[in-house]
């Protein structure tokens, strides 16, 4: 499940950067200074974002599976890396800010690692297709916690991060 639900959260977020391109190109920018078209490589980044994502529902395989844990462990890695820089953006959304914080690097990171689990399992790395194939009716659940689990993960990331920083306070600096 780990595996679809982060094919699920590729393919949401990098649509949504498709559209609005402007957090990733400014977070390209900031690793690449020098890059000249920015906006283009972010919607290039996005589509192939969205193509993992959805081969990893619609086919799925071990390849698949790995694939997208590399995916995860590169925004894991990028977004721990932000959060050291004291970006206000990780731009890992297109049209909500969310700042980088351990919280959200943990998040990829986990998902990096179930995906990466997904293909040691025989089972693990099959697309959602198949799942629905081969249980019919009975994967409705499935398909339910799979849903859940990737709204609730984009929620964190667009809500939930956003808000915690808005209202967070640094104690060291309340007792001065």
Not at 29 to 37: A, D, E, G, K, V
Not at 40 to 62: K, T, Y
Not at 98 to 107: Q, T, V
Request: glycine share 8%.
């Amino acid at each position: 499940m780990t595996f679809h639900a982060g094919a699920a959260v590729l393919v949401a977020a990098g649509y949504d950067k498709a559209r609005r391109p402007a957090a990733t190109a400014a977070m390209l920018l900031r690793w690449i200074p020098s890059l000249r078209r920015p906006q283009a490589m972010a919607r290039l980044l996005s589509v192939g974002e969205v193509a993992l994502g959805l081969a990893g529902l619609v086919v799925g395989s071990r390849w698949l599976a790995l694939a997208a844990g590399a995916a995860f462990a590169v925004f894991a890695v990028q977004v721990e890396a932000l959060r050291r820089q004291h970006a206000t953006d990780c731009g890992c959304l297109g049209s909500a800010s969310s700042p980088p914080d351990r919280l959200h690097a943990g998040m990829n990171a986990l998902f990096a690692l179930g995906c990466v689990g997904a293909a040691a399992l025989p089972a693990g790395s099959a697309s959602a297709v198949s799942v629905v194939e081969d249980e019919g009716l009975m994967s409705v659940p499935y398909l339910v916690g799979l849903l859940t689990v990737a709204l609730l993960v984009l929620a964190t990331l667009a809500v939930a991060i956003p808000t915690r920083h808005a209202i967070s306070f640094n104690p060291d600096r309340e007792a001065r």
